[in-house]
């Protein structure tokens, strides 16, 4: 399922890099949270929650096929903490004409 939410995520968003979901819970339980860019978190969640809502709903009427129960959660995307986040573009000097 975590594949599934995954390319249905992709799909929705502009930009699928940032795309992650990670599955937790027992074998019968299973939670998925799924993090978009910042600039996609309203595509995933749609007008009023209608697209979360129709994404929970199919999730449900398979792990219900599965004996399963699965939650998905859409959480806030975490801030870039990497180092290169931190510093600032190089700029190279311009070439001095020589006469």
Do not use: C, F
């Amino acid at each position: 399922m975590k594949e599934l939410v995954s390319y249905l995520a992709k799909a929705l968003v502009d930009d699928p890099v940032p795309v992650l979901v990670e599955q937790t819970g027992s074998e019968n339980d299973a939670i998925l949270q799924l993090s978009v860019g910042r600039s996609d978190l309203g595509k995933v969640i749609g007008k009023k929650g209608r697209t979360a809502k129709a994404l929970r709903t199919l999730l449900s009427s398979i792990g219900a096929k599965h004996n399963m129960r699965v939650t998905l959660d859409i959480v806030e995307p975490r801030e870039d903490t990497s180092p290169a986040a931190d510093t600032e573009p190089e700029s190279h000097p311009e070439p001095s004409e020589e006469q």
